[in-house]
């Protein structure tokens, strides 16, 4: 098998940072425009760097401030190694510790949190001597020096591994900005104003403007203090003690005054959904939440009826998404618009489950029946159009409209979706709750709730395999998908949508066959590792990839499910990954380092942002308020050998203690309504302990551990990929290599008969029968790409194929085809050359080949096949291949994306963590030239694949590094018996969306 090492991987990662008390660490780093500071709520920020060199953004204005000490003749830029360096961030504020020789400069450097596009600094000169500092003798001054950046312009604001950050440094030649000198002496301050005017001078000096720089430093620090100081968390974990200054820093700059962003830097703007809104109520700023919901509830139709029916694909966009169009079951009353405060923008996602999920969140915390009243309409209206759109058939699961940050690329073609399905549970289960305290009839969404959960249980949970499906068909053989991603496992455990031992087996199902991938530093495994979303194949972007705010979300789901040592291990891993082996200390990122596709990319992403400090506060610590019902749940998950730990917000604070075999709490809550405290102890397995305690505002909990219940067992599951390695299942799935004998004892079969189609014709096609009858997302008519890209297209081209085959005596129409590695088909030089096979109305379902012979007993069945599967279709069966004897037996080879069914434009690569397989590659061949190997169109990455979703014409191999040109087939051999005289070969397709093509067969003698 093709091993792709991640880059780096193999060799491991050191640690670029550290954590020292509440900051993060590093040493002469190298790192340059890694750590913004945000300061007020506009997009202006402050990049600093592992050294003192910064630069300004601004969209169409970026800066860059360069420092000089100025000593005798020498002028010294301050990021230069003629210092040692040692720079800490703390929450909102970038410290630099330099040293030479005796002289020590301290700077302190913040954006400010006062007036737009301003920053402040503070530097402190000193001579140290046997351990004191005084102010140095000698002449020592300073120089700023303000210049235009080289660039202003960039594809995501200048964020990381995204952008080339080197355009922040100094363009060159350039005449400055502004620049000033200052005597360095002591205490002194410098100020960049308008980002554009620089002002400085001494602490200890009675000139007036010189006075206002020491008093503005002042209440910039003062007013980051008050902001990072919300949250503060104590452990015995070094680690998690910086996470409090951190989270408020980055939920501060998540904030624009109104509303939640998407991202702090890139992808900064205004967004309904995913997960960012979380972070407002977890840290207590329960006020912006309140106003980012009624912002964005503002934003939803209501005066537009639908009036038009299922279903209404956009023809233009190659029916892969809904027509935008008023009026459209989707686009009308309850559909939660782009912006705030407009209900006028249409955008192509299903925001609306999120943000209700977001805003059920904020009114766990805060139940205040004005609210509840307030956003009652929103609430009735959404369900209402969730029931519309997405269950029209009434079957109580809901299909997925691009409802989840992983949407790019993911369609269910109207299917029953767990993820989906479980949120719509829980909305509907809290809308009950919320009817009954305001005096509305909460019956309906009970009866809903409880259909849901029935059908989910009933359809989607597997038992025998211990977790939901990823989603039933709609259409065709209505089969489960049984390869569930992340998001399937995590969001029925989030919204409660299991049992506690539902939860627990389900987490179980990704220690075993969800990818896992070690944390190398260092040249040597760490404990810590990463997970993939899935492990679905070929890659699209947000189906296969290593993202923190995935990973974030499912160790919240082991906390939740009382897997506490696991949760707490991939957390941690997690936050390790992107604070502190990554570029950026005390980054809350979105793609990590180990993503195949991406490596680490962005800073400080919403998303990510929402569910980590979810992962903290409602996972590790446990703090869940349940206002709706007047509790709140202390379900702590600490790692066994933790003894003591405590966290305080401004909603709710504790300490914890072991004593002996007695857990004790301290709490002091603040909640708008005071709720009952509830400590739940986990006993393992799923199995829990309640200790009650009251709505008091200071109360001291303990529980006796000795009471605890004794945890259940369960039976072990097998993972799905346990025997890929034996030789029995490569033979049994065909991946075996040809034999010597096939050479010379082979008997080619004519299919001429049997041929309905041309292999030029599979992306040339329109497939428009069978489609849901429901306004889904699903495959373009041309049978290639989704719903991002809906006019992908892929040039197949089978001439180079066909020149290859010799002419058969006798016939201009067939030829022999040599593949060079002992064995020969016989295939057409013109005309049509497959029979396929699909469940499109295009071709039959199955087809039956036969197969007329002059022998009775052959080993194997060379079968020269190709046509599409895709990511949606990946791990589970696209279609089988049977050989039927004349006694009515036949065997059957399963043909499964990725093991030995690629699809024909493009070809597998595996690295054998997130893209994996068995580890024989199937033999494939090339259209272009007949070429026949393993591993055939090894290209090297040229560029990232863009997400884009604006429908412009985009064909496989623009950006594509898994693109073959012109397109390529598979060699696959099936066993045969035999004992049995073959009569034909029937090729059924089970999956949707995809087409199986037969070309040739040619069978070996025994």
């Given at each position: 098998?093709?091993?792709?090492?991640?880059?780096?991987?193999?060799?491991?990662?050191?640690?670029?940072?550290?954590?020292?008390?509440?900051?993060?660490?590093?040493?002469?780093?190298?790192?340059?425009?890694?750590?913004?500071?945000?300061?007020?709520?506009?997009?202006?920020?402050?990049?600093?760097?592992?050294?003192?060199?910064?630069?300004?953004?601004?969209?169409?204005?970026?800066?860059?401030?360069?420092?000089?000490?100025?000593?005798?003749?020498?002028?010294?830029?301050?990021?230069?190694?003629?210092?040692?360096?040692?720079?800490?961030?703390?929450?909102?504020?970038?410290?630099?510790?330099?040293?030479?020789?005796?002289?020590?400069?301290?700077?302190?450097?913040?954006?400010?949190?006062?007036?737009?596009?301003?920053?402040?600094?503070?530097?402190?000169?000193?001579?140290?001597?046997?351990?004191?500092?005084?102010?140095?003798?000698?002449?020592?001054?300073?120089?700023?020096?303000?210049?235009?950046?080289?660039?202003?312009?960039?594809?995501?604001?200048?964020?990381?591994?995204?952008?080339?950050?080197?355009?922040?440094?100094?363009?060159?030649?350039?005449?400055?900005?502004?620049?000033?000198?200052?005597?360095?002496?002591?205490?002194?301050?410098?100020?960049?104003?308008?980002?554009?005017?620089?002002?400085?001078?001494?602490?200890?000096?009675?000139?007036?403007?010189?006075?206002?720089?020491?008093?503005?430093?002042?209440?910039?620090?003062?007013?980051?203090?008050?902001?990072?100081?919300?949250?503060?968390?104590?452990?015995?974990?070094?680690?998690?003690?910086?996470?409090?200054?951190?989270?408020?820093?980055?939920?501060?700059?998540?904030?624009?005054?109104?509303?939640?962003?998407?991202?702090?830097?890139?992808?900064?703007?205004?967004?309904?959904?995913?997960?960012?809104?979380?972070?407002?109520?977890?840290?207590?700023?329960?006020?912006?939440?309140?106003?980012?919901?009624?912002?964005?509830?503002?934003?939803?139709?209501?005066?537009?009826?639908?009036?038009?029916?299922?279903?209404?694909?956009?023809?233009?966009?190659?029916?892969?998404?809904?027509?935008?169009?008023?009026?459209?079951?989707?686009?009308?009353?309850?559909?939660?618009?782009?912006?705030?405060?407009?209900?006028?923008?249409?955008?192509?996602?299903?925001?609306?489950?999120?943000?209700?999920?977001?805003?059920?969140?904020?009114?766990?915390?805060?139940?205040?029946?004005?609210?509840?009243?307030?956003?009652?309409?929103?609430?009735?209206?959404?369900?209402?159009?969730?029931?519309?759109?997405?269950?029209?058939?009434?079957?109580?699961?809901?299909?997925?409209?691009?409802?989840?940050?992983?949407?790019?690329?993911?369609?269910?073609?109207?299917?029953?979706?767990?993820?989906?399905?479980?949120?719509?549970?829980?909305?509907?289960?809290?809308?009950?709750?919320?009817?009954?305290?305001?005096?509305?009839?909460?019956?309906?969404?009970?009866?809903?709730?409880?259909?849901?959960?029935?059908?989910?249980?009933?359809?989607?949970?597997?038992?025998?395999?211990?977790?939901?499906?990823?989603?039933?068909?709609?259409?065709?053989?209505?089969?489960?998908?049984?390869?569930?991603?992340?998001?399937?496992?995590?969001?029925?455990?989030?919204?409660g949508a299991c049992t506690s031992e539902q939860a627990y087996l389900a987490t179980k199902y990704v220690d075993r066959d969800i990818p896992h991938i070690p944390i190398v530093i260092d040249g040597e495994e760490s404990n810590g590792y990463t997970l993939?979303?899935?492990?679905?194949?070929?890659?699209?972007?947000?189906?296969?990839?290593?993202?923190?705010?995935?990973?974030?979300?499912?160790?919240?789901?082991?906390?939740?499910?009382?897997?506490?040592?696991?949760?707490?291990?991939?957390?941690?891993?997690?936050?390790?990954?992107?604070?502190?082996?990554?570029?950026?200390?005390?980054?809350?990122?979105?793609?990590?380092?180990?993503?195949?596709?991406?490596?680490?990319?962005?800073?400080?992403?919403?998303?990510?942002?929402?569910?980590?400090?979810?992962?903290?506060?409602?996972?590790?610590?446990?703090?869940?308020?349940?206002?709706?019902?007047?509790?709140?749940?202390?379900?702590?998950?600490?790692?066994?050998?933790?003894?003591?730990?405590?966290?305080?917000?401004?909603?709710?604070?504790?300490?914890?203690?072991?004593?002996?075999?007695?857990?004790?709490?301290?709490?002091?809550?603040?909640?708008?309504?005071?709720?009952?405290?509830?400590?739940?102890?986990?006993?393992?397995?799923?199995?829990?302990?309640?200790?009650?305690?009251?709505?008091?505002?200071?109360?001291?909990?303990?529980?006796?551990?000795?009471?605890?219940?004794?945890?259940?067992?369960?039976?072990?599951?097998?993972?799905?990929?346990?025997?890929?390695?034996?030789d029995d299942y490569l033979r049994r799935m065909g991946l075996e290599d040809i034999t010597p004998n096939a050479a010379w004892r082979h008997e080619m079969i004519d299919l001429t008969a049997s041929y309905n189609a041309n292999l030029n014709d599979i992306?040339?096609?329109?497939?428009?029968?069978?489609?849901?009858?429901?306004?889904?997302?699903?495959?373009?008519?041309?049978?290639?790409?989704?719903?991002?890209?809906?006019?992908?297209?892929?040039?197949?081209?089978?001439?180079?194929?066909?020149?290859?085959?010799?002419?058969?005596?006798?016939?201009?129409?067939?030829?022999?085809?040599?593949?060079?590695?002992?064995?020969?088909?016989?295939?057409?030089?013109?005309?049509?050359?497959?029979?396929?096979?699909?469940?499109?109305?295009?071709?039959?379902?199955?087809?039956?080949?036969?197969?007329?012979?002059?022998?009775?007993?052959?080993?194997?069945?060379?079968?020269?096949?190709?046509?599409?599967?895709?990511?949606?279709?990946?791990?589970?069966?696209?279609?089988?291949?049977?050989?039927?004897?004349?006694?009515?037996?036949?065997?059957?080879?399963?043909?499964?994306?990725?093991?030995?069914?690629?699809?024909?434009?493009?070809?597998?690569?595996?690295?054998?963590?997130?893209?994996?397989?068995?580890?024989?590659?199937?033999?494939?061949?090339?259209?272009?030239?007949?070429?026949?190997?393993?591993?055939?169109?090894?290209?090297?990455?040229?560029?990232?694949?863009?997400?884009?979703?604006?429908?412009?014409?985009?064909?496989?191999?623009?950006?594509?590094?898994?693109?073959?040109?012109?397109?390529?087939?598979?060699?696959?051999?099936?066993?045969?018996?035999?004992?049995?005289?073959?009569?034909?070969?029937?090729?059924?397709?089970?999956?949707?969306?995809?087409?199986?093509?037969?070309?040739?067969?040619?069978?070996?003698?025994?």
């Amino acid at each position: 098998m093709l091993i792709l090492a991640l880059p780096g991987v193999m060799a491991g990662r050191k640690y670029q940072y550290r954590p020292e008390g509440r900051e993060i660490v590093c040493l002469n780093g190298e790192n340059r425009y890694t750590r913004a500071l945000y300061g007020t709520h506009g997009p202006f920020r402050l990049e600093t760097s592992d050294r003192p060199v910064f630069a300004t953004f601004k969209k169409g204005e970026c800066r860059n401030l360069r420092l000089y000490a100025i000593i005798g003749k020498e002028r010294i830029p301050l990021d230069s190694a003629y210092f040692d360096c040692e720079a800490r961030y703390l929450g909102g504020r970038r410290t630099y510790f330099l040293t030479h020789g005796n002289l020590r400069i301290d700077i302190y450097a913040m954006a400010s949190f006062i007036h737009d596009e301003d920053a402040v600094w503070r530097f402190i000169t000193s001579e140290v001597r046997n351990g004191r500092a005084k102010t140095p003798s000698g002449k020592i001054h300073f120089e700023a020096v303000l210049t235009n950046s080289r660039s202003s312009k960039f594809q995501r604001n200048g964020d990381l591994g995204v952008d080339d950050l080197t355009k922040f440094e100094a363009a060159p030649n350039a005449q400055p900005v502004s620049v000033i000198s200052w005597d360095a002496r002591g205490e002194t301050y410098l100020l960049l104003k308008d980002n554009k005017d620089l002002a400085a001078d001494k602490a200890s000096t009675s000139n007036r403007v010189k006075g206002e720089l020491l008093q503005r430093f002042s209440d910039e620090e003062s007013m980051r203090h008050s902001i990072m100081s919300r949250v503060e968390i104590n452990t015995p974990d070094p680690l998690f003690n910086t996470l409090g200054s951190v989270l408020m820093a980055a939920a501060d700059g998540l904030w624009d005054g109104k509303t939640w962003q998407h991202g702090c830097i890139g992808w900064r703007i205004p967004l309904a959904g995913w997960r960012g809104c979380y972070v407002g109520d977890a840290v207590g700023w329960t006020d912006r939440s309140y106003r980012h919901f009624q912002a964005y509830a503002r934003s939803q139709v209501k005066d537009v009826p639908a009036t038009l029916p299922h279903p209404r694909q956009d023809s233009a966009m190659s029916m892969a998404r809904a027509e935008k169009r008023w009026g459209t079951q989707m686009y009308s009353n309850g559909y939660i618009c782009r912006y705030p405060d407009r209900n006028d923008v249409m955008h192509h996602y299903d925001m609306n489950l999120n943000y209700i999920d977001g805003l059920l969140w904020h009114l766990s915390y805060d139940a205040d029946e004005r609210k509840l009243r307030e956003f009652w309409p929103v609430l009735k209206s959404h369900l209402e159009w969730e029931k519309r759109n997405f269950d029209p058939d009434g079957d109580h699961l809901y299909d997925a409209y691009c409802c989840i940050w992983a949407s790019d690329a993911l369609y269910y073609n109207g299917g029953a979706v767990t993820h989906s399905s479980a949120y719509n549970y829980r909305g509907n289960l809290l809308a009950a709750r919320i009817a009954e305290i305001i005096g509305e009839d909460g019956k309906p969404y009970r009866e809903e709730a409880e259909a849901i959960l029935r059908a989910m249980n009933e359809r989607l949970w597997m038992k025998d395999r211990g977790h939901w499906a990823e989603f039933q068909d709609l259409m065709g053989l209505k089969r489960l998908h049984k390869s569930a991603a992340l998001w399937t496992i995590y969001t029925p455990i989030d919204c409660g949508a299991c049992t506690s031992e539902q939860a627990y087996l389900a987490t179980k199902y990704v220690d075993r066959d969800i990818p896992h991938i070690p944390i190398v530093i260092d040249g040597e495994e760490s404990n810590g590792y990463t997970l993939s979303t899935t492990d679905w194949m070929p890659y699209a972007w947000s189906t296969n990839n290593v993202a923190h705010e995935e990973v974030a979300n499912m160790a919240l789901a082991y906390f939740q499910a009382g897997r506490t040592d696991e949760g707490f291990r991939l957390l941690k891993s997690d936050l390790t990954d992107e604070m502190l082996l990554g570029k950026s200390p005390g980054n809350f990122g979105q793609i990590s380092f180990y993503d195949r596709e991406r490596n680490e990319a962005y800073r400080d992403f919403g998303d990510n942002l929402g569910i980590t400090s979810r992962a903290i506060v409602n996972g590790l610590f446990g703090i869940t308020p349940d206002a709706l019902n007047g509790q709140c749940v202390l379900k702590p998950a600490f790692p066994e050998e933790w003894h003591e730990a405590s966290i305080r917000t401004p909603y709710l604070s504790f300490s914890y203690k072991r004593e002996g075999n007695r857990d004790i709490y301290h709490i002091e809550q603040h909640f708008s309504q005071p709720l009952k405290i509830i400590v739940r102890t986990n006993a393992g397995c799923g199995a829990y302990m309640d200790t009650e305690g009251s709505a008091a505002d200071t109360q001291t909990i303990t529980v006796e551990r000795n009471l605890l219940p004794k945890p259940p067992t369960y039976p072990e599951i097998p993972s799905s990929r346990n025997d890929i390695c034996s030789d029995d299942y490569l033979r049994r799935m065909g991946l075996e290599d040809i034999t010597p004998n096939a050479a010379w004892r082979h008997e080619m079969i004519d299919l001429t008969a049997s041929y309905n189609a041309n292999l030029n014709d599979i992306f040339r096609n329109r497939y428009e029968s069978p489609r849901p009858p429901y306004t889904t997302l699903q495959i373009p008519v041309q049978g290639i790409g989704e719903w991002c890209h809906p006019k992908t297209m892929a040039e197949i081209d089978d001439s180079g194929l066909r020149a290859c085959a010799t002419p058969l005596q006798g016939s201009d129409k067939l030829g022999v085809y040599d593949t060079g590695k002992g064995l020969s088909f016989l295939i057409p030089r013109q005309g049509r050359n497959i029979v396929f096979s699909s469940l499109w109305d295009n071709y039959p379902d199955e087809v039956s080949v036969p197969i007329s012979t002059k022998s009775r007993s052959y080993n194997a069945a060379y079968l020269m096949m190709a046509g599409t599967t895709n990511n949606m279709q990946s791990r589970i069966d696209n279609a089988l291949v049977m050989a039927e004897y004349e006694d009515g037996s036949c065997d059957t080879l399963r043909l499964e994306n990725p093991i030995n069914w690629p699809t024909v434009n493009e070809e597998f690569i595996f690295d054998g963590k997130a893209f994996w397989s068995a580890p024989v590659m199937p033999l494939r061949f090339r259209l272009d030239n007949g070429r026949v190997g393993r591993q055939i169109n090894a290209k090297e990455l040229l560029s990232v694949i863009p997400s884009k979703h604006d429908g412009k014409e985009k064909k496989i191999g623009d950006n594509n590094r898994y693109a073959i040109d012109k397109g390529a087939g598979v060699i696959l051999k099936m066993p045969l018996d035999s004992a049995r005289k073959i009569r034909a070969i029937r090729v059924k397709t089970l999956s949707n969306d995809i087409v199986v093509g037969l070309m040739a067969v040619t069978l070996e003698k025994l």
